[in-house]
């Protein structure tokens, strides 16, 4: 597994939030100081971790739930979509010819990376071609020449030639003809002045398409400043975080990324020519999580805040119209499959909004509509001013039984309380299970 201790810590940083029984300041404050300690713990920066927790602890204390999602799952939500968001989005790969510079440290899989990057390509039915230029390591132009035979990529290098820049010019020329071209570079075990002049030479001969730097995911806090340094050199375009398939910490790698305001391209997840797979910063933190359809979850959560219809804000405020009660119901049953999602994940306190709210048939909804489409727009908006005598009118308008009338007008008061709850937290869910029932709604 990805990140095992990170992922379990965060995991049970989660679990309390679901076993809360509501959801407050306190256990806001809390799950925050676990997701702090679960990440300083896995070596990404403090100041960063900072940042995280400030925007994680900021939203969920004053973002108000979305309808049809309750505070729990809310603050989830919070903490999955802010991970994501310190990751950032995916290094774009176009698939076009284009030129590829390997940089990196010695022993950071910078040759392995690059044999599975032209597999990456050919896989995709473009050309590639290698070229080594990784002159300091004696092993390296037989290994990167031998994995390029196996996987029937065309390779360049000069086994007794030591000016790699010399190499790289020559090597770009002979391969013109192909696709994509991608340059292995040579590492040192540490940062040297020597290596990053090396690298700005190689640079400098031709507009590479992208400098990628090649990070072990084992390397801890001094990967900001191995970041930084190459991204002076030779402006980093993409990270290609290797041996994630091991029980690295990886914060340090996913630290530099954020430091130098580049994002990650590719993780190697294996020894193998094929265990290269594209960054997807969304489904990188499910699997962190262990949450394979958080991603759904945020989806759907978007699609239903996306409706123009359901002012939440408003509703939060006590201002609960009928046409609002309305578009509530009607959001709270288009999340419907979100209900599944929620029954799949390992978090048993995530899934309790009453099924109840799931299933009120369409003639239900189409009975209130009629209803309320018998309606003024003052007594949409003020149902309190609908005493006896309009409820015949409506009923008789509607073509409906009073009692029809009356159940609305109940159903929506022990709605607009729910509300209020809901910025409350915990208590909406219970409120709004009372009025499932006490309305008997299938
Ligand atoms: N498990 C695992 N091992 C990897 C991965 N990527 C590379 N390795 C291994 O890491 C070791 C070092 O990789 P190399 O590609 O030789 O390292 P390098 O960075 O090119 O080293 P220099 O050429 O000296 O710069 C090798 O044993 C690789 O098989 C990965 O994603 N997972």
């Avoid at 597994?1 to 940083?13: E, Q, R």
Wanted: aromatic content about 4%; charged content about 25%.
């Amino acid at each position: 597994m990805v990140l095992d201790n990170l992922g379990s810590s965060l995991k049970s940083a989660i679990q309390k939030l679901a076993n809360a029984g509501k959801i407050d300041k306190e256990i806001i404050d809390d799950v925050v100081k676990d997701i702090q300690r679960a990440l300083i713990q896995a070596d990404v920066n403090v100041k960063l971790v900072m940042k995280l927790s400030n925007r994680i602890k900021e939203r969920a204390l004053t973002e108000a739930p979305p309808a049809g999602m309750d505070s729990r799952e809310h603050v989830l939500r919070i903490v999955y979509t802010e991970l994501v968001n310190i990751i950032g989005k995916a290094t774009p790969i176009a698939l076009e010819p284009q030129t590829i510079m390997m940089v990196g440290l010695q022993g950071s899989g910078k040759t392995t990376t690059t044999a599975k990057l032209a597999r990456f390509f050919s896989r995709k039915g473009l050309k590639p071609a290698v070229i080594c230029a990784d002159t300091y390591r004696p092993g390296a132009y037989d290994q990167l020449s031998q994995l390029c035979e196996k996987l029937g990529v065309m390779f360049y290098g000069e086994r007794d030639n030591k000016d790699a820049v010399a190499i790289v010019r020559n090597g770009l020329k002979e391969t013109q003809k192909y696709d994509v071209r991608i340059v292995d570079t040579a590492g040192r075990h540490a940062l040297e002045t020597e290596l990053i002049k090396e690298m700005k030479d190689i640079w400098g001969l031709t507009n590479f398409t992208h400098r990628f730097l090649v990070l072990d995911a084992a390397i801890g806090q001094q990967a900001s400043e191995q970041a930084k340094a190459f991204n002076d050199a030779v402006g980093i375009t993409g990270v290609v975080i290797t041996k994630l398939d091991g029980t690295a910490k990886g914060g340090g790698a996913l630290s530099a990324v954020s430091d130098t305001n580049t994002s990650i391209a590719f993780i190697g997840v294996g020894e193998t020519p094929d265990d290269l797979e594209r960054f997807d910063p969304d489904g990188f933190i499910s699997r962190l999580l262990g949450m394979g359809d958080l991603k759904a979850l945020v989806e759907k959560a978007n699609e239903v805040l996306s409706q123009k219809d359901v002012n939440v804000e408003k509703m939060m405020t006590g201002k609960f119209t009928l046409n609002d009660m309305y578009s509530q119901l009607e959001a709270i049953n288009k999340m419907g499959p979100l209900k599944q999602i929620m029954s799949m994940l390992p978090l048993g306190g995530l899934g309790n909004i009453p099924d109840d709210a799931y299933r009120m048939t369409q003639d239900k909804m189409q009975g209130y509509r009629i209803i309320m489409d018998s309606m003024t727009e003052d007594e949409k908006d003020d149902p309190k001013l609908i005493g006896s005598s309009r409820i015949a009118r409506i009923a008789m308008g509607s073509g409906r039984a009073p009692e029809d009338v009356r159940e609305l007008l109940k159903y929506h008061k022990m709605m607009q309380k729910a509300m209020k709850g809901m910025k409350g937290g915990g208590q909406s869910n219970k409120n709004l299970k009372k009025i499932m029932k006490q309305m008997n709604i299938k």
